[in-house]
Each structure stands twice: as C-alpha cells, then as structure tokens.
C-alpha cells in the first residue's frame, strides 16, 4: 500500500495526465533568465571580507522571503503582462512550498520558475509531485540527518485516510459555498481542514505510533477513498 496518482489527484485536485514534467536543469545563466522571466533577481551573494574565506554559494532560485518582499502584492493598476508575472511568481512560491518542497523551507529553485515559462504547458504536475515524494521518501530512509521534503499535505492526508495511526480527530467543517462553479469543488483535502490539534509529547507519540504500526496485520487495506470526488484541476 503506498500513495497512488489517484489519491494525488483526489487530495491535491492536480492533473496526473499530460505531459512529463522533463526538462534541462542546468543553471548557467539562470540570473539572465529570471529577469527576463519575471522583471528582477535576487542580489548577487556578498564578497567574502577575508582572502581565505571563498564566496558564499547560493542555490539557483530565491529565497521565500525575496520572494515576499517584492511579490506579495499586485498593483491595482498592473496591466496584462504585470498580472501574469505576479501570478507567475505565485505559483512558483506555492509549487515551490507545497509540491516539491525540500525539508529546508527557504529557497524556491529556478528550475519551478522555469517550468512556468509557459502556463499552458500541460505539464502533469500530479505525476511528477509524486515521483519527488517518492524520492524524498527514499532519501530520508536511507540519510542519517532529519528532515524530509515532498508534498507532504498530501502524505499526511493519505496517512490518515489509508492508515489506523496518528489520525488527528476531524471538527465539523463548514459546508462548501461554491457549488455552482465545477472549478471550484474542494479537494479531499477539505474534509481535514479544521483538525482538533494534538499537543502531546512527540517523543512518547512517537513510541505509541511505532507500536501501532508494527501492530497492523498484512490483511489491512485501509479505507478507500470515493471515487466520485473528482476535483479541480491547476
């Protein structure tokens, strides 16, 4: 049992049919790119004070921060090409944050902004959110540092759906106001937004949570979710 294209598609309302998410990843002139893309680049890294010391390296992208401190609000008088910027570096912020995020939290990588040169690219963003889940997975079983990336709004929601362990209890949520627009349908997602918050000991939760674990039976399928909840598409 493991998360599926169906239940990406189901939580998160992403396409998981399209094209591959594939393309070049190299970063040479990734500054040049992004001004041209989006208007402005982060500041070039500061020189080293000392001669012994080497210059700071910073990843390809911008830091969530910049991002903030220079996008979080669109003009009211933007115009066209202004609006598709702002947008454009809204979903490249949130892709950057929710879908391929990488246990750091602080830097969103050029290539998510280059994925967003066109916006009507089909890509199948649901595929490849769960190929870097996957990935991270991996990675984080085989390290020895803590830390985990991928989406995991989604592995959390699977986990609670599929999995008798750790499922926070739900509040009663308020009905869905926007059913007229079949754009708009909430994801599944939406059953699990308002959570009674747990505040126990993470090191004893931890402990109960192994040996619920260890506990489930090869029999167990956990449950199913409905099939007629098709969602939204980005």
Same mark, same amino acid.
């Given at each position: ?75 009211? !008088? ?23 995020? !990488? ?71 308020? *009905?869905? *106001? !926007?059913?007229? *627009? ?18 126990? *000991? ?33």
């Amino acid at each position: 049992m493991t998360v599926t294209l169906q239940d990406i598609a189901m939580i998160t309302g992403l396409p998981i049919d399209g094209n591959p998410l594939c393309m070049n990843t190299d970063s040479n002139g990734w500054r040049a790119q992004m001004h041209a893309l989006i208007g402005m680049v982060p500041p070039e890294p500061r020189e080293p004070e000392a001669e012994d010391k080497k210059k700071e390296r910073v990843a390809a992208g911008a830091t969530f921060t910049w991002i903030s401190s220079n996008f979080s609000t669109c003009p009211e !008088d933007a115009n066209e090409d202004m609006v598709k910027t702002y947008a454009r570096v809204y979903m490249w912020y949130v892709i950057s944050r929710t879908m391929f995020a !990488d246990g750091t939290s602080k830097n969103a990588p050029w290539m998510w902004l280059k994925a967003l040169t066109v916006f009507d690219s089909k890509w199948s963003w649901g595929s490849a959110t769960l190929a870097y889940l996957y990935r991270q997975l991996d990675e984080a079983c085989c390290r020895h540092t803590g830390g985990i990336g991928g989406c995991l709004l989604a592995l959390s929601i699977w986990s609670w759906e599929r999995l008798p362990v750790g499922r926070p209890k739900t509040v009663k949520y308020e *009905d869905w *106001d !926007d059913k007229d *627009d079949p754009l708009r349908l909430p994801t599944w997602a939406y059953k699990w937004d308002v959570l009674n918050e747990m505040t126990d *000991d993470p090191s004893v939760m931890y402990k109960l949570y192994k040996s619920e674990l260890d506990a489930i039976t090869p029999e167990w399928n956990g449950s199913r979710m409905e099939k007629e909840r098709v969602l939204v598409t980005l």
